[in-house]
């Protein structure tokens, strides 16, 4: 059954699962928490994986949280979410065949932010996930790493003043793959 699911599903899919109307609520919600510290977001959601990454499950009895995780550390790489300026950006991974979600963060905030956060920051949120409610989810983990951001890197501006204009290094648009 994993592998129909896998097979069946492409990024078309993952755009009608998030829809319009809240694919623009959450590229907002991007752009807003990025007004409040100087880290850098990325959400990124793969309505399945590829055979490669479900052959390591299927056939070397890898666990799925960990062919989860290593796909999050590639997608991380490929959307160079690693070459910020300040070494602080995040993705926010959601496989939606698998209904999980992954959070990866650049050695600049992990540094400050332990693996154990965002442990219980994903467990937090995976009821969402396998209710399939994808907006409340992925809105509770832009709240998680915005408050980890505004905690270690915070905008360098004061409470009711404009934020400096800054380069957007990664798109706010969710990516779909």
Known sequence: MRVL?????????????????????????VRDSERRHTGE????????LPMSYLWRHL????PIEQVVRERALTEFG????W??????????????????????????????VDDAYWRETLASMSAEFRAGRYEEGLGQAIDA????????????HGPGETPPQR??????????R
């Open 5 to 29: 699911r896998h097979l069946w599903l492409d990024s078309n899919d993952a755009r009608r699962a998030i829809g319009d109307d809240t694919l623009h609520r959450l590229e907002a919600r």
């Open 167 to 176: 380069e957007d290094q990664l798109p706010n648009r969710p990516v779909f």
């Open 78 to 81: 490929k959307l160079r979410v």
């Open 41 to 48: 977001i990325c959400v990124c959601i793969e309505a399945s």
């Open 145 to 156: 790493v915005t408050a980890a951001l505004e905690q270690h890197f915070p905008a360098s």
């Open 59 to 62: 056939r070397r009895g890898v």
């Open 83 to 112: 070459d910020t300026e300040l070494n602080n950006g995040v993705l926010i991974y959601l496989q939606l065949a698998e209904h999980r979600i992954d959070i990866v963060a650049d050695r600049g905030l992990a540094r400050h």
